[in-house]
Nanobody
Framework: QVQLVESGGGLVQAGGSLNLSCAASGVTGRLNTMAWYRQAPGNERDLVATINRESTSNYADSVKGRFTISRDNAKNAIYLQMNSLKPEDTAVYYC?????????????????WGQGTQVTVFS
């Protein structure tokens, strides 16, 4: 069972920066696309950014140009560098990973979530 542990959240003034980390353990297959999501109180969990094994990334419009997702396949880790933070970026940030197992007869995908890390941006 893959376990994801996020870190790096905290309290920061608007305009500041934070760098989130997500480390995966218990990986027995292949980690494919990994992602960051966020959920503000009373809102649904929204996609922030995704990254595949080749480090091709995609971003939500709301964070383009401010956030950068990166990946270290050797460490089974992803990161989210968040710059020019705004109060509306306040949320719990969750790491998500898709692990696949493939044999000659079966291909299986499983998705995992971390526990989340709180990011609070004050003005």
């Amino acid at each position: 069972q893959v376990q994801l542990v996020e870190s790096g959240g905290g309290l920061v003034q608007a305009g500041g920066s934070l760098n989130l980390s997500c480390a995966a353990s218990g990986v027995t297959g292949r980690l494919n696309t990994m992602a960051w999501y966020r959920q503000a109180p009373g809102n649904e969990r929204d996609l922030v950014a995704t990254i595949n094994r080749e480090s091709t990334s995609n971003y939500a419009d709301s964070v383009k140009g401010r956030f950068t997702i990166s990946r270290d396949n050797a460490k089974n880790a992803i990161y989210l560098q968040m710059n020019s933070l705004k109060p509306e970026d306040t949320a719990v940030y969750y790491c998500n990973a898709m692990e696949s197992h493939s044999t000659s007869h079966v291909y299986e995908e499983n998705f995992f979530w971390g526990q989340g890390t709180q990011v609070t941006v004050f003005s």
